[in-house]
């Protein structure tokens, strides 16, 4: 029975031909293919050719693998085993195609697949490069901008302490608002490179809320006025005026939805908003809401506004990057928060979102571990003392401005420092009441001699005050300096009141 069936199945795909000693065909089973008897072997198919005659063969078989033959049309890959016999020869053909069809086409599709998943190596690979280059490039450029505009912006605020005509200080506003415009752009870039690189670290301190929100009201809704629009602002009483949350990123957020509203409205109104939705524990939800009656943006274009470098419907006169409503976006998330808009084209514009914020029931008590609110801030110090400072700045212009700032408060006796090499002796000759340290020297760096300062083994050397002064805004890098001893970090560019705030606040 085992027998009968197995001849059955070996059959479909096996025929088995005899050749005499000349070559020509004896007998055929004609399993494959039809062959009559007589005909010589090569005249079957141009393959046969290769076979060699009967006198060349040995009691060896000779075997051909994976064979392409066309019989009647039909393609076939065939196995062939030849083997002499005493007089004649035995050519068995087993027809392989199908085995051979799959057997390529799996070799096929798992070379596809290997050739798909270099490709996707080698396309994060440049996104990566692509990507790193870009977070080196916007650094770069935002640090190499710092410099001049800390000179430009100094040096209007010493100008603002002179004797000026009424058109002098006019312009002199409109200089300071185009260093403020190149500021805010300088750190919306960066912030867009510190989100893309996932560097940008959201604070949890505390602060006040009211204090951003009347801040915010009191300067845009001056703007907002001057623009012959009228503006309305709502702070809800019932929300905690003290919370706990990262107050610059906050403010950041605002201010980019403040200034839309203000630059893509012409007439009407604008609302800024912070309504309680509720309470519960030591947490508080909150609305924030800025609206206004201006261009609005069609319906189809909503989504496309929150991605980066992406303006849509503008006129070409209103100035914009196209950024703003990307920080808006991914600062909010970072803070677990999602920015939402309605918009009419036409009609208005409403940008709103919810934002969970923790804060102490019953007011804040003082907690060493958060930030001091605004108010409780050092202030200058009002006394006669002079203080010695040296001053440790490579750009001449930066140090130029800031050499001014301090001689124009009279409370400073001001040393000047090029290279840092110079700096540790000078700390040995003169008892400094504070160094003022550029990071970026010639030579050694300021963190650098920081540390140096740090170990020396006098008392009045080792715990100087250092402001340390630096256009590298990435919180790491402050954190590092911060660690090399310095006791304060200044970003290029500040304006001249954080500037002495700062001084005043280590000083003894
Ligand atoms: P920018 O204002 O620099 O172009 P944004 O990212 O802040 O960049 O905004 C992206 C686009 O969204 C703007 O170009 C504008 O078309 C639209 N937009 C944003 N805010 C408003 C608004 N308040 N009213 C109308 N259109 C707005």
């Not at 939800?285 to 319906?299: A, C, L, P, Q, W």
């Amino acid at each position: 029975m085992l027998e009968k069936y197995k001849k059955e199945f070996l059959s479909q795909n096996v025929q088995f031909i005899l050749l005499d000693e000349h070559g020509a065909v004896t007998e055929s089973d004609d399993e494959i293919f039809k062959v009559s008897s007589g005909s010589l072997l090569p005249s079957l198919h141009p393959f046969f050719e290769s076979i060699p005659s009967i006198d060349d063969l040995d009691e060896n078989a000779l075997d051909f693998f994976c064979v392409n033959l066309k019989f009647d049309n039909v393609d076939l890959i065939v196995d062939i085993k030849v083997k002499r016999k005493k007089e004649c020869v035995l050519l068995s053909i087993t027809d392989f195609t199908e085995h051979y069809n799959s057997y390529q086409s799996v070799a096929q599709s798992r070379n596809e697949s290997i050739i798909k998943t270099e490709l996707t190596v080698l396309k994060n690979l440049e996104l990566e490069e692509r990507e790193r280059f870009k977070n080196q490039f916007i650094q770069n450029f935002s640090h190499e901008l710092r410099n001049p505009l800390t000179s430009v912006m100094a040096i209007s605020d010493i100008l603002n302490d002179t004797n000026l005509s009424t058109e002098q200080v006019k312009m002199l506003d409109f200089l300071k608002v185009s260093a403020k415009n190149l500021h805010l752009l300088i750190e919306d870039t960066l912030s867009i490179g510190m989100i893309d690189a996932g560097k940008m670290n959201i604070q949890n301190k505390r602060f006040s809320l009211k204090d951003l929100f009347d801040l915010l009201s009191f300067t845009y809704g001056n703007k907002i006025k001057q623009k012959g629009i009228s503006f309305n602002f709502i702070w809800d009483d019932k929300l905690p005026t003290e919370v706990v949350g990262d107050r610059l990123r906050l403010y950041q957020v605002l201010e980019n939805l403040l200034n839309n509203a203000l630059k893509y409205t012409a007439q009407g109104s604008i609302s800024f908003e912070m309504n309680l939705n509720q309470k519960w524990a030591n947490k508080a939800s909150v609305r924030v809401k800025v609206s206004d009656t201006g261009t609005g943006i069609h319906e189809n274009n909503l989504s496309a506004i929150f991605e980066s470098f992406n303006r849509v419907e503008t006129d070409e006169k209103i100035k914009g990057t196209g950024l703003g409503l990307t920080i808006v976006k991914n600062l909010l998330h970072l803070m677990g928060s999602e920015i939402k808009v309605e918009s009419e084209k036409n009609k208005g514009s409403t940008f709103y979102f919810d934002k969970v914020f923790e804060y102490q029931i019953g007011g804040l008590k003082s907690n060493p571990l958060l930030e001091k609110p605004e108010a409780q801030k050092t202030k200058p110090k009002k006394n006669s003392k002079k203080y010695k400072v040296l001053l440790v700045e490579d750009d001449e212009s930066v140090q130029l401005s800031l050499f001014k700032i301090l001689l124009n408060t009279k409370q400073f006796h001001v040393d000047l420092a090029y290279d840092g090499n110079l700096v540790l002796q000078e700390v040995v000759n003169t008892n400094y009441d504070c160094i003022l340290m550029d990071v970026n020297l010639p030579n050694i760096d300021g963190d650098q001699i920081t540390r140096l300062i740090r170990d020396f083994p006098f008392k009045n050397v080792k715990n100087i005050p250092i402001i340390g002064i630096t256009a590298n805004a990435y919180p790491e890098n402050i954190q590092e300096y911060i660690k090399a001893g310095m006791n304060e970090v200044l970003v290029k560019p500040f304006q001249k009141e954080a500037f002495l705030e700062t001084l005043y606040k280590v000083l003894k």
